[in-house]
Each structure stands twice: as C-alpha cells, then as structure tokens.
C-alpha cells in the first residue's frame, strides 16, 4: 500500500501563484509515474498533469494549464510539486495526487491522496 500526501492548496487573487507537494510512502517511487488530477464541486475528476518515472524528462498537460502549470518530481525526497502560476477562477477545485498510473483517466491510477483544496478568487 503507498501513501500520498498533499500539501500547499489555500486561497490565492487571480494570477497568484501556488506550489502543490505531493510526498509518497512508496520505497519504488522512482518507479511510478505520478500526476496530478483535480476536482471541482458537481464536476467529474479531470487530469491536470503527470511525469514520467526516472528522471521525469517526460510530462504531459491538460491543454488549459499548458505554460502555466509545472510538474516535477525529486526521488530523493519521495516528492512531486506542482507549481501553478498565473492562476484562474477556473482552476478552483480539490486537486489530488496519484500514483502509479498511466494516462490521463482517473481509473488507471492505484493510489490516491486525501486532496488539497485550491481556491482562486476573482
């Protein structure tokens, strides 16, 4: 069983900035590719981002946070972050870190975090 565990949602102005961390239990976490997904109220689980195992040369984006959101990941400390900038009413939700998976669906991640909630205001 792997534990994830968010931390850095809060209440930022519109075009603020946030970093997510996502700290994983997982002694293979290297291993894992890892994302990032998020929820708002009366909406399905929607894929933000994720990074690829190793190295994390490799990242993918949900089109509305391309060139404003980063993922990133440090094996040394079991860790991956998500630095948002330029933040939008829009990106309001609990957003969820996930762990070994593949893809962008909800369903092919094994391990979850309890979520963090982000909450921008207009």
């Known amino acids: 069983q792997v534990q994830l565990e968010e931390s850095g949602g809060g209440l930022v102005e519109d075009g603020g900035s946030l970093r997510l961390s996502c700290v994983s239990s997982?002694?293979?976490?290297?291993?894992?590719?890892m994302a990032w997904f998020r929820q708002a109220p009366g909406k399905d689980r929607e894929f933000v981002a994720a990074?690829?195992?190793?190295?994390?040369?490799?990242?993918k984006y949900l089109d509305s946070v391309k060139g404003r959101f980063t993922i990133s990941r440090d094996n040394a400390k079991n860790t991956i972050y998500l630095q948002m900038d330029n933040l939008r009413p829009s990106d309001t939700a609990v957003y969820y870190c996930?762990?070994?998976?593949?893809?962008?669906?909800?369903?092919?991640?094994?391990?979850w975090g309890p979520g963090t909630q982000v909450t921008v205001s207009s």
């Open positions: 996930a762990a070994r998976g593949s893809g962008t669906s909800p369903a092919m991640y094994d391990f």
């Open positions: 990074i690829d195992w190793g190295d994390g040369s490799s990242a």
């Open positions: 997982a002694r293979s976490f290297s291993e894992h590719i």
